[in-house]
């Protein structure tokens, strides 16, 4: 069983930034691939950031070279940094996890959090 409380949303003008976190409890979270989806109203929940067990990094086309995501396993946390936002980045900001690799679909996830709305104005 793994518990996952994600943190830090808010509201934030186009251009800003802010960073997410997420805390997961379990004793193998090193071994977790990491992963950020989002949803906004009658939308399915997409993808947006993935870390691997080994570091390697993913994020889909629309977040990257804006987005950051990262691991602290000594903490068992996970951070989305995210700069320049714009309007359409906002939606409940969802963290999961996955046995070492991360797959893009949210059917392949069993654990998540409540989520953390992220709203950002032009």
């Known amino acids: 069983q793994v518990q996952l409380v994600e943190s830090g949303g808010g509201l934030v003008q186009a251009g800003g930034s802010l960073r997410l976190s997420c805390a997961a409890s379990?004793?193998?979270?090193?071994?977790?691939?990491l992963v950020w989806f989002r949803q906004t109203p009658g939308k399915e929940r997409e993808f947006v950031a993935a870390?691997?067990?080994?570091?390697?990094?993913y994020y889909a086309d629309s977040v990257k070279g804006r987005f950051t995501i990262s691991r602290d396993n000594a903490k068992n946390m996970a951070y989305l940094q995210m700069n320049s936002l714009k309007p359409e980045d906002t939606a409940v900001y969802y963290c999961?996890?996955?046995?070492?690799?991360?797959?893009?679909?949210?059917?392949?996830?069993?654990?998540w959090g409540q989520g953390t709305q992220v709203t950002v104005s032009s």
């Open positions: 870390i691997n067990w080994n570091g390697d990094t």
């Open positions: 999961t996890v996955r046995l070492r690799y991360y797959r893009i679909s949210p059917v392949d996830y069993g654990y």
């Open positions: 379990g004793r193998t979270f090193s071994s977790y691939a």
